[in-house]
């Protein structure tokens, strides 16, 4: 029964892209703009409802665009980039960077939010890190480790913990 779903979803999806263009279009009289406009509508409606029966949900993917930190500052800064890699628009993601390694900390804030990101979107972020002095000082690291943990919502899907990744290793010089 998911097979079938899933591919009234992929046709619904397709109707929905047909009816945008025809409406950013420009060419229809605003009668049939109106008409057209409040299908379209109801077809969202009925794509979130297909999507969440399908298992198409809310996809998100994030990795560290800077792999290398050095030690020689006190202070650095980690850049995030978290990307929409479905074919919905997530809302209400939430992403938290977790320091596996006692010889770097983050300063203020693990947690960033987005409130929406459209389909294949990415958001940059900037996360302070610092040396922790308190972490034993067994010789210089040659990596630290940074879990990302994913949330987001999309229709149909309200929520959803995406994944915990074990992301980077940054390569401390």
């Known amino acids: 029964m998911s097979d079938s779903r899933r591919v009234l979803y992929v046709r619904a999806t397709q109707q929905e892209k047909r009816l945008a263009d025809l409406l ?11 008409a057209v406009t409040h299908y379209s509508r109801a077809l969202k ?38 990307s929409n890699t479905s074919d919905r628009p997530v809302t209400d993601a939430l992403i938290e960077l977790l320091v596996e390694d006692p010889v770097m900390r983050v300063m203020g804030s693990r947690e960033r939010t987005i409130a929406k990101m459209a389909q294949q979107e990415s958001h940059l972020f900037n996360f302070p890190v610092e040396k922790n002095e308190r972490a034993s000082d067994s010789g ?34």
Request: net charge negative.
């Open 140 to 173: 210089p690291p040659r990596d630290v480790t940074f879990g990302i943990s994913l949330r987001a919502s999309a229709e149909g899907f309200p929520n959803i913990d995406l994944e915990l990744e074990a992301v980077s290793t940054c390569n401390i010089l």
């Open 45 to 82: 409606q009925v794509i979130g409802d297909l999507s969440r029966q399908a298992g198409v949900g809310p996809n998100l993917d994030a990795y560290i665009e800077n792999p290398f930190l050095s030690l020689e500052s006190q202070r650095s800064t980690l850049v995030l980039r978290v």
């Open 24 to 34: 950013t279009g420009g060419t229809m009289t605003r009668p049939l703009e109106d």
